[in-house]
């Protein structure tokens, strides 16, 4: 019997994240745990993948420990096929050019709203973030693969505030409100892995990760969970995966 890997919370995120990419694709990554998806997908199983980053970077490819903190990190032009204004590389979202968004949030909800703005009232929060920059272009104009811990206080019934539109109010609201395209493909956390009901559009369990019960998700969840009769359990991460993961990674900024 083989001897199952060892491996922290954050490294099977990046992992499984990295899984949802295919080859071929052009994906607008934000910093962190997407950026280094993205580059572990790039790595393993899409070479052809085109990274985008918001600060004007096209086609980046990102270098063993050299993973930059900010998408305006002059790290991200080396070897890049092309750099832009911030607001050129925001139109490629608008005509159509890019196939897959790539980001975290503070809070997400059962519709698939982001938001990254503040936590509480909004004339008196308790907590300030850093806000949209280029989120709710991104959002507004992909498919979304979202990766972030899977805590009950950021998974909510209602955002605090959307910042990047997921499905809305769901059904057929996001259309309703002027985004006929796009909406939330993918969420990934260390628990499990969810897509959205195609009516709907309510969060549901796609796939359940080692050694995690439904009521351990549930749980974990402010608001309830669609589950679709047999949950699948996702393949847990592999020594290529892992060593490639920590090559790229090497002091463990994004997966301790």
Do not use: W
Not at 20 to 35: I, M, N, R, S, W
Not at 191 to 210: C, E, G, H, Q, Y
Not at 223 to 234: A, E, I, M
């Amino acid at each position: 019997m083989t001897k199952p890997h060892k491996y922290t919370a954050s490294e099977l995120l990046a992992i499984l994240a990295a899984r949802q990419l295919k080859d071929g694709q052009v994906v607008f990554a934000g910093v962190g745990v997407p950026l280094l998806a993205a580059t572990l997908a790039q790595r393993l199983h899409c070479p052809g993948l085109t990274i985008l980053f918001e600060g004007g970077v096209i086609g980046a490819f990102v270098e063993p420990g050299q993973l930059p903190p900010s998408t305006n990190d002059q790290r991200c032009t080396k070897r890049a096929n092309m750099v832009l204004g911030s607001a050129e590389v925001l139109l490629l979202l608008q005509r159509g050019y890019v196939d897959v968004g790539f980001m975290g949030g503070a809070q997400i909800d059962q519709y698939g709203n982001l938001n990254s703005s503040f936590i509480g009232d909004p004339d008196h929060p308790k907590t300030r973030l850093p806000g949209t920059g280029g989120g709710n272009d991104i959002s507004s104009l992909t498919n979304m693969i979202v990766a972030m811990k899977h805590e009950k206080r950021r998974f909510v019934e209602k955002v605090d505030f959307i910042t990047s539109p997921g499905f809305i109010r769901g059904n057929n609201t996001r259309a309703e409100s002027g985004l006929p395209q796009g909406g939330m493909f993918r969420v990934v956390t260390e628990l499990a892995i969810f897509s959205f009901d195609d009516v709907t559009k309510r969060m549901k369990v796609l796939a359940l990760n080692p050694g995690v019960t439904r009521e351990e998700v549930q749980d974990n969840t402010g608001f309830d969970l669609v589950f679709n009769g047999q949950t699948s359990v996702t393949e847990p991460p592999t020594e290529r995966e892992l060593s490639t993961l920590r090559m790229l990674d090497p002091d463990r900024l994004f997966t301790a």
